[in-house]
C-alpha cells in the first residue's frame, strides 16, 4: 500500500474538489487525478463518484476515509519518533554499571536524564568494568560507568571524577571508631572484596595500592554485589574497601572509617564504543558533565 497515495485520497475526501485537494497538495490536478485512478485500481474499488459539479464519496471510500487517516496518524507518529530518535530525544539507552554506582550516581543521573527526555527508555545492567568493556564491543549496551578497565581497545574512556575510598569494618573492630585509617593498617587484616574473576581490573588497582603500602590485598571472601559485601563486615567477617558513594548503605553494626592515603581514590569512567556517540549516548555525556563537571578522557 502506497502511503503517499492515501495521502492524496484523504485530502480529496476532505475538500471534496480536485483542484482545492491539488492546491492543499501543492501539486497540479493531472497527476493528483492519475494517482486517485492508481489507489482505486490497487483497492480494485470506485472511491469518488465524479461528475463535472460535484465530487462525492462512494460507500468503498466513505468507508476507507477513517481508516486512511488512521493508518496515515501511525504513520507521521512514526516518523516523528524515529526523527526524535535520530536527536537523542526518544529511543532506548542500554547502559551498563559497576554495582557501586547504583547507591549515588545511577539515581542522580537516570533522574536527570528523565527530566530532559522523558520519551527514552532505559535498559539497565550490573556489570563490572570489565564486562562493560565486552559488553560494547558486542553491542549488546551503547553506555557503561566503570572504573577501571584492562584492554579497552575499541572503547574510549571519559573521566567523570576521582572518588575517595572508605574502610568498611564492624562496630568491633580496632579501626571502627579510629576517625581515619592508613592502607598500611589493613596488613595481616581478612579483607572481602569484590571477585577477582568477575572484576580484574579493579582488583588490580586495589592490589596494586596496598602493595605500595606494605599490604596485601587477597580477599577472604569475595563476591559481586556490596550489599553482600558489607552484609559480611557487619558480621564481623573482615573489612572492605569501598568507594564513598556506598555509604548510604548503612545496615546495623557497619562502620565507614575515611582512608588517609593520598592514593585512595578511584575513578568514576563513562566507557563508550569508540567513534561518534549516538545521539542518546552523548545527551548522556551531556548529563554527566552538568552534574559532575567537564568530563576528560582518562
Not at 516523528?80 to 551498563?96: D, F, I, K, Y
Not at 575499541?154 to 575510598?165: D, I, Q
Request: no cysteine.
Amino acid at each position: 500500500m502506497n502511503l503517499q497515495r492515501l495521502r492524496y485520497f484523504a485530502a480529496v475526501a476532505e475538500e471534496l474538489h480536485f483542484g482545492r485537494a491539488a492546491d492543499r497538495l501543492h501539486m497540479s490536478q493531472p497527476p493528483l487525478s492519475q494517482q486517485i485512478r492508481l489507489l482505486e485500481h490497487e483497492l480494485d474499488a470506485t472511491l469518488f463518484d465524479r461528475s463535472t459539479r460535484r465530487v462525492t464519496l462512494t460507500d468503498a471510500g466513505a468507508f476507507l476515509y477513517p481508516e486512511a487517516v488512521r493508518l496515515l496518524a501511525a504513520a507521521d507518529g512514526v516518523e516523528r519518533l524515529m526523527e526524535q530518535r535520530r536527536h537523542g530525544q526518544a529511543g532506548t539507552l542500554r547502559v551498563g554499571f559497576v554495582d557501586s554506582a547504583a547507591y549515588e550516581v545511577m539515581p542522580r543521573v537516570l533522574a536527570e536524564y528523565r527530566r530532559r527526555r522523558p520519551r527514552v527508555d532505559f535498559e539497565l545492567h550490573t556489570l563490572s568494568s570489565d564486562e562493560q568493556v565486552k559488553a560494547l564491543r558486542a553491542g549488546r549496551i551503547d553506555l557503561g560507568i566503570g572504573r577501571a578497565a584492562a584492554d579497552a581497545d575499541g572503547v574510549e574512556a571519559t573521566l567523570v571524577m576521582h572518588e575517595r575510598l572508605l574502610l568498611a569494618a564492624s562496630a568491633s573492630h580496632r579501626l571502627a571508631a579510629s576517625g581515619a585509617a592508613y592502607l598500611g593498617d589493613l596488613a595481616g587484616e581478612p579483607i572481602i572484596g569484590f571477585d577477582r574473576n568477575v572484576s580484574p581490573s579493579l582488583h588490580a588497582v586495589l592490589a596494586g595500592m596496598l602493595s605500595a603500602q606494605g599490604a596485601a590485598y587477597d580477599p577472604t571472601i569475595e563476591a559481586t554485589e556490596y550489599t553482600t559485601i558489607l552484609g559480611f563486615v557487619a558480621a564481623g567477617e573482615g573489612v572492605a574497601i569501598v568507594p564513598a558513594s556506598v555509604q548510604t548503605f548503612r545496615p546495623p553494626g557497619l562502620y565507614y572509617v575515611p582512608i588517609s592515603d593520598a592514593a585512595a581514590s578511584v575513578p568514576l569512567l563513562l566507557l563508550t564504543r569508540s567513534g561518534e556517540p549516538l545521539p542518546l549516548v552523548a545527551q548522556a555525556l551531556d548529563v554527566v558533565a552538568e552534574l559532575y563537571g567537564p568530563a576528560s578522557t582518562a
